[in-house]
């Protein structure tokens, strides 16, 4: 008889959602779209929605710079796709300037008020429910995103500061059509969810969301962004939106979060090095800490890279293939559950990515059997400080922005306010986030030794945002791309970009493949028929299987043969666009 298992996986997804954890997709599945793979010439912007490509676009054709572009599609995403990100959260973006052949991190993570210690989520000696903290001002971080735009841009920007804002004012002042998948996820979060504020603008009087094709204007946050763009991000980090967003996170409802004007005006951007290693003929490029996906992805590339995976679409998703990298992403996760923190306030170990280390790492591997959950490992340097057990629980929002601009500079930028619609409050026309939600619950494990990720004055919480670019032997860039997902986020990457390397998939093929990864114990399989075959071949290989929406959003731009192409996740409604 077929597992029950084996059954969900061939269940719709509205059906599957009923059924699994909600913490694990917050941001549902929606259904697919059609998405065909994109060319152009000149330049290219992937996003994960169309009229937030069509701005980024609008700047390149300007002759706008790939931040220019990534700064346009922001804003506007904001607007669109309000419960993925905005300038209530942060983002990690990764750039490569061929002029200079440099390749730059810029973290714009958020970060803990002067206020918030280790027992932040605790209560009465056990951490709060999860979607009590959430909720609260407990969970809301200082906001990165708008002070890393304009970092960025003084770096690299080509068009005026003011001119990037336009589309997204354009469209708060004259409201956008919302969407099926923008009505779905307010009906499934609920009125009651919200602060009256964003209850307000998201639902009508009698509580219900407002229809698909409504037109949705937000006057509000249109003023907020004419201030951004006249006095820069002092007009955010100070001033009448500052207090706007203090006066949020102390009346949030719950627990008030002790957020300060000072906690405002002192953020900073960090410029870290990227994270780089070689994978076949490639070299691939990611973030490292206070993020966990560059490591993650990293070592789960290295891990497997002497397995044959085969080399074809024909052979894309083999069981022999999908049994191996579940495997090394087992030992992956395990690494950085332990080790990953923020660098400025934990060790991370320098020899998570020693090739001795992984080499008996790799050792665990049984080509032909499952582990279980395999412990975390004592790579060189872990020995400087102890870690505990975590007890993180990362939520699935996030989106995700790839661009190519007509000079060869690269982008990939992961933008996040943490879980669907953030934390659910509200501060001058726009949504805060719970980021802080990301760090680990509970502060000690159960032998009393800290967690690398608990909470602290001024930290960032881990993440596993993982914008990555790809270039080949002569580092030309040959795929720019990331996803949203949560701790997912890890999977979906590797999935992409291990169809595109080892199974010769072009971008959309990628994009689309069918979901699949483990994060320390279960393999688990995207819901839906396809998904079935492979969940049959796997069982001699002894994997428990959890099916699962795995809505994930990747956005892609890659070259190749002179050409541009782009990528849309099917399971968003985004769009790659170019000339």
């Not at 995103?145 to 690299?156: A, D, M, P």
């Not at 839906?528 to 795995?550: D, E, N, Q, T």
Request: net charge negative; aromatic share 6%; with cysteine.
């Amino acid at each position: 008889m077929i597992g029950v298992g084996v059954a969900m996986l061939a269940m719709p997804g509205a059906a599957v959602a009923q059924l699994l954890d909600p913490r694990s997709q917050p941001e549902a599945a929606s259904g697919y779209g059609r998405h065909k793979l994109a060319t152009a010439n000149r330049h290219m912007v992937s996003a994960a929605n169309a009229r937030a490509a069509e701005a980024g676009r609008e700047m390149l054709r300007q002759g706008g710079s790939a931040i220019d572009a990534a700064i346009a599609t922001q804003l506007v995403l904001n607007i669109v796709e309000p419960q993925s990100s905005g300038i209530g959260g942060g983002a990690f973006i990764l750039y490569w300037d061929k002029a200079k052949a440099s390749l730059q991190v810029y973290d714009g993570r958020e970060t803990a008020p002067a206020s918030a210690q280790p027992d932040r989520f605790m209560k009465d000696g056990k951490p709060m429910p999860f979607g009590e903290a959430v909720r609260s001002g407990l969970s809301i971080g200082v906001p990165g995103i708008v002070r890393l735009l304009e970092e960025i841009h003084r770096q690299h920007g080509k068009l005026a500061w003011a001119k990037l804002f336009e589309p997204a004012i354009r469209l708060a002042e004259e409201g956008f059509e919302v969407s099926p998948r923008l009505n779905l996820l307010l009906h499934l979060e609920g009125a009651d969810s919200f602060v009256p504020a964003a209850r307000r603008y998201f639902f009508t009087e009698d509580g219900a969301p407002v229809a698909v094709g409504h037109l949705l204007k937000n006057p509000e946050f249109a003023k907020t962004l004419r201030a951004i763009a006249a006095g820069g991000s002092e007009a955010f980090y100070s001033g009448e939106i500052a207090q706007a967003i203090v006066d949020a996170v102390a009346s949030a409802p719950t627990a008030a979060g002790g957020m300060t004007l000072e906690d405002l005006s002192n953020y900073q951007v960090k410029q870290r090095a990227p994270l780089c290693i070689t994978y076949r003929a490639y070299e691939v490029c990611g973030v490292g800490a206070p993020s966990s996906g560059g490591i993650a992805v990293a070592q789960t590339l290295k891990l497997i890279e002497p397995f044959t995976l085969g080399d074809s679409p024909d052979v894309a998703l083999g069981a022999p293939a999908v049994h191996l990298i579940a495997e090394a992403q087992k030992l992956a996760f395990a690494d950085r559950n332990r080790y990953i923190g923020d660098p400025e306030f934990v060790h991370v170990p320098e020899g998570m990515l020693d090739e001795a280390y992984l080499a008996e790492r790799r050792k665990l591997i049984d080509p032909k059997s499952a582990a279980d959950r395999p412990p975390a490992g004592k790579p060189p340097g872990s020995e400087r400080q102890s870690f505990g057990v975590d007890a993180t629980v990362e939520r699935a929002g996030t989106s995700h922005i790839s661009i190519i601009d007509a000079d060869g500079n690269a982008l990939s930028m992961t933008t996040t306010i943490e879980g669907a619609f953030g934390s659910h409050n509200w501060a001058a026309g726009f949504l805060l986030n719970n980021e802080l939600t990301d760090f680990s619950l509970r502060p000690v494990d159960a032998d009393g030794q800290p967690a690398a990720n608990a909470v602290g004055p001024g930290k960032r919480p881990r993440s596993s945002m993982s914008p990555t670019i790809v270039f080949d032997a002569q580092r030309n860039v040959e795929a720019v791309l990331g996803s949203p997902g949560g701790s997912r986020i890890i999977l979906y990457v590797l999935k992409t970009l291990i169809a595109m390397i080892d199974w010769r998939m072009d971008a959309q093929q990628a994009a689309d493949l069918l979901n699949f990864g483990s994060q320390g114990h279960a393999l688990e399989l995207e819901v839906g028929w396809r998904a079935v075959p492979l969940a049959l071949a796997l069982r001699p290989f002894g994997h428990a299987i959890l099916p699962s929406l795995m809505t994930s959003g990747v956005h892609i731009v890659g070259q190749r043969n002179g050409q541009l192409d782009g990528a849309a996740d099917i399971r968003r409604e985004g769009a790659a666009l170019g000339d």
